[in-house]
């Protein structure tokens, strides 16, 4: 019986870990077409982030995660960082809430490594932005898209990709996607049927 709800376990977290990477994937293509990211795509990786925490605490798993007050302080860090960047016109306003729903997965203790690769991709994305603002290497882009405002002259960049990066490379170190994790939903089963 047991078995059978740690597996159940498992797939909630990985649906959920799913599905918030799919959303950044989706956040960032929305980023590059019209330099928006929608709010609901915010909404959805703090739903899956509490679905998944709730379901493995009530279910005995949650050394997955850290405690919750770590992850939103993490929360907490980015929304003030983010909203500072915000007001000095550097990232947009959908920049910066998807930035803080996606710092609640990370975890105070992954943080850093969630800012590093998420400001090294963002500088990736701005070197892109150069070359394409002096090159002009395309003839048509859509109109509103990334691509045509910095042809135009715009200094932008789809932060969007960066933060999915960021946050990607935050959940490796956090390790959501290692063996040790994985297999612990096993393990519990092996101990409980005293195998």
């Not at 994305?125 to 990334?146: D, H, N, Q, T």
């Not at 990607?168 to 290692?178: E, N, P």
Request: hydrophobic share 55%.
């Amino acid at each position: 019986m047991y078995y059978v709800d740690s597996m159940t376990l498992l797939i909630i977290f990985l649906i959920c870990v799913f599905v918030t990477l799919i959303v950044g994937a989706l956040a960032g293509l929305s980023d590059i077409r019209c330099m928006k990211i929608p709010n609901s795509f915010s909404l959805y990786v703090v739903a899956a982030f509490f679905i998944a925490y709730a379901a493995l605490y009530f279910g005995g798993h949650s050394g997955v995660f850290a405690p919750l007050w770590l992850h939103v302080i993490s929360g907490v860090l980015m929304f003030v960082a983010t909203a500072i960047l915000f007001s000095l016109k550097m990232i947009g306003a959908g920049d910066s809430k998807f930035a803080t729903a996606c710092a609640f997965w990370i975890g105070a203790k992954y943080l850093p490594v969630f800012l590093f690769f998420m400001t090294l991709g963002g500088g990736l994305l701005g070197v892109v932005a150069l070359y394409i603002k002096r090159k002009k290497p395309f003839k048509s882009p859509k109109e509103g898209s990334w691509v045509a405002q910095v042809q135009g002259g715009a200094d932008k960049v789809p932060y969007g990709v960066a933060i999915t990066f960021g946050m990607l490379i935050a959940f490796m170190h956090a390790g959501y996607f290692s063996s040790e994790a994985l297999s612990s939903f096993v393990d519990v089963h092996l101990v409980e049927s005293g195998s």
